[in-house]
């Protein structure tokens, strides 16, 4: 398995390298002093290069994209198989995904006293829902354990776990020129194309990618775009891997300004191994910052105004063993008290609000194990001490922090350990997270993402079929505690944090199919934006150059309507005035 994925590796990094020879065509003007000279020589349709490449790929492999590869372990590298392999059948072939629908805080806690005792794995939840994977045999024995209420209160989600595990490895049409579905006589370009173009002319995001050639690609987009672009290593993982990450942005050259600390916007991803589409987002958004800076006003403004520091992976260890062993392995790969049971879940590692009496804390074994004490996960540690070293001593103001996750489709702010105290800065963390929801439905195909405190994300509601409320008796099935959202926000004073769970609220979960990838980093740039320019105090209004007046006058027509009373409200207005009515409705419950 991992020679198949080096293999892979080797070959997308072939091809991305070979390809972006031919984007001199399209090379910023900002960047035509920048670049080596073979840069900015024309390329015609069909080039040596893509000749070349095409060549290289094919005697790579060393056989046709219909005949079939050799595989032990997933689709990631085969042609022409339709079912898994033994190894993925031996390991999930008799695992299900069911969805138990949540009505009380009594089904939660007998819920999850279940899943402890049972060893489960507790994919996702929220307030009306649990989904739990676990084998067919173990169906029996969990319903044993669960009130009447709930032994048909559970639907399947997934019949097929491996097979579904098959599907989300790439596959060779990636890399064979002859199987793929593009215009081979188009060059790859690195540069925006439209998100409906995306997905055609940049392989990078056409499947998952592993470490092996993220790393690359990221020195890749560094020598490609030296003016804005830098990498950089936010910490070293467990098995001494590099946490890299780009910090993008534009200094100021005017020495007549105070230069006052460097505001700066952090985005993170894969801090849980398994959650591929977090890692694959947060590279998308920071090659779609990259690649528009120079070509519209709105991103060269953001990267002149923030520095941006887009970490892919915080969980290095973690994503290289999805790829050669475990597809849903979530946690880092440290060693605990107990040699048959490694990892510490980065996500409840850090130091505030680390929560030592929660039933995982003392079980290794559990896929939300926080560690024996505060900052145990070497990983979480390493990164919260470079934002810390970048705030005292490298001059630098982190003004807002994104960390993505999946699944459910949420925003999520503070706090994430309780809902008995209520962020001081609520009202306006609301503000920009129905911002960013309405950003992200107004995207091509956007889905509709919910907004709450993230300690209502992970707790059942408790009030009753009737609506009485049982004040604030509330049942988790895992502790929020030790969260980098509430870390960020409380102890580096982070006015604007948030985690976003992304794409989808279930029918594949964290197995969703590579053709997400590019929706999905839609919408995640959409979020990213919308808040960069709510900092600029735009409050997300988009303007282009030559637009403004356009846009006075939408705004004067806008105006009229109002004054004639012919205002046209949206499905989405009314939908996020729902939102707005429900928080209103939380806070006076809370009182």
């Not at 507790?122 to 739990?132: A, G, K, L, Q």
């Not at 989600?157 to 790439?170: G, K, N, T």
């Amino acid at each position: 398995m991992r020679q198949l994925t080096n293999w892979y590796s080797l070959t997308v990094i072939l091809s991305l390298c070979l390809s972006s020879f031919a984007a001199a065509a399209y090379t910023p003007r900002y960047l035509s002093t920048s670049l080596p000279s073979f840069y900015h020589q024309a390329v015609p349709a069909r080039s040596a290069f893509s000749r070349l490449r095409d060549s290289l790929i094919r005697s790579i492999w060393s056989t046709p994209c219909d005949q079939k590869a050799k595989v032990s372990g997933a689709k990631a590298i085969s042609a022409g198989l339709s079912a898994p392999p033994s190894t993925l059948l031996a390991r999930y072939g008799g695992d299900v995904v069911l969805r138990f629908n949540i009505g009380s805080a009594e089904e939660a806690n007998a819920l999850a006293e279940a899943v402890n005792v049972l060893f489960l794995d507790v994919w996702e939840f929220n307030s009306d829902w649990v989904d739990i994977r676990l084998s067919k045999d173990v169906v029996p024995s969990l319903l044993g354990l669960l009130p009447s209420s709930l032994q048909h209160a559970h639907t399947p989600l997934m019949h097929d776990l491996a097979q579904a595990i098959f599907e989300s490895y790439p596959s060779l049409a990636l890399v064979d020129p002859s199987a793929s579905s593009y215009d081979d006589h188009r060059p790859f370009s690195p540069l925006p194309q439209g998100s409906e173009n995306t997905d055609n002319t940049n392989i990078f995001f056409r499947e998952y990618q592993p470490l092996s050639v993220i790393v690359p690609w990221m020195r890749l987009l560094r020598s490609l775009f030296p003016t804005h672009v830098r990498m950089i290593n936010v910490g070293v993982s467990y098995e001494g891997r590099d946490i890299p990450a780009l910090r993008v942005g534009v200094h100021p050259t005017n020495s007549d300004k105070p230069k006052g600390p460097r505001k700066t916007i952090v985005i993170t991803g894969g801090s849980h191994a398994r959650e591929w589409i977090s890692t694959s987002s947060v590279n998308y958004i920071a090659y779609s910052f990259i690649t528009a800076y120079g070509k519209t006003k709105e991103i060269t403004t953001l990267l002149e105004k923030f520095d941006w520091v887009f970490v892919p992976t915080l969980n290095p260890d973690g994503y290289v063993y999805t790829w050669e062993n475990d597809r849903l392995w979530r946690k880092n790969r440290q060693q605990t008290s107990l040699r048959f049971c490694r990892g510490v879940d980065l996500d409840h590692s850090y130091d505030f609000a680390w929560d030592h009496e929660s039933s995982s804390a003392n079980n290794p074994c559990s896929e939300s194990f926080a560690g024996e004490g505060p900052f145990q996960g070497v990983e979480a540690r390493r990164f919260a001490n470079w934002a810390r070293n970048e705030t005292q001593n490298n001059n630098v103001s982190i003004v807002a922090f994104v960390d993505f996750h999946s699944y459910s489709q949420q925003i999520l702010y503070p706090y994430s350990y309780t809902c008995a105290k209520t962020p001081p800065t609520l009202e306006n963390l609301e503000e920009l997270a129905i911002g960013v929801a309405k950003a992200i439905r107004h995207t091509d195909g956007g889905e509709i993402y919910g907004v709450t405190a993230a300690c209502e994300g992970s707790v059942t509601d408790t009030s009753t079929s009737k609506g009485t409320d049982t004040k604030g008796l509330r049942a988790t099935m895992e502790s929020g505690g030790g969260s980098a959202l509430d870390w960020f926000y409380h102890e580096l004073k982070v006015k604007y944090s948030y985690q976003i769970k992304l794409r989808d609220t279930g029918s594949y979960g964290f197995l969703l199919p590579s053709k997400n990838i590019v929706p999905t980093g839609n919408e995640a740039f959409a979020a990213v934006k919308y808040m960069g320019q709510f900092l600029l105090s735009n409050k997300g209004i988009e303007t282009e150059v030559g637009d403004d007046d356009s846009i006075m006058a939408r705004k004067g027509e806008e105006t009229n309507q109002v004054e004639d009373g012919r205002t046209g409200r949206s499905a989405d207005d009314d939908m996020y005035r729902e939102i707005k009515m429900d928080f209103e409705l939380r806070r006076r419950r809370k009182r």
